[in-house]
């Protein structure tokens, strides 16, 4: 009877190393869990990040070249109508000399 409670003292003590053990790892697989999440996060933080950044810098470089284009249309415009003004002020200048000249 003693070799049957021995027996079953072994398989208790045998259950609770299991049951320790157990536990260990599981607080082991617990914390390398959060590592892992942290880790995670920190990577999409940064990689979501690098993403705005580039995004904005497309956009500033958009911005740049509409701004440049903008400014040679107005460019353009400004050039024809300095022209056209010169054009029409020669046109006036003789229309003036020769009302001028019949008076004479």
Known sequence: MSEIFRDIKEIEI?????IEHAE???EKIIKNAR???ANLLR??????ENLKEEK???CQKKAEADKKKHISEGREKVNALEKNSAKNIKKAVDFVFEKFEKEI
């Open 14 to 18: 045998e259950s609770d190393k299991i």
């Open 24 to 26: 260990k790892e599981k």
């Open 35 to 37: 590592n892992d999440a």
């Open 43 to 48: 990577k999409k933080e940064e990689e979501s």
């Open 56 to 58: 904005i810098k497309d």
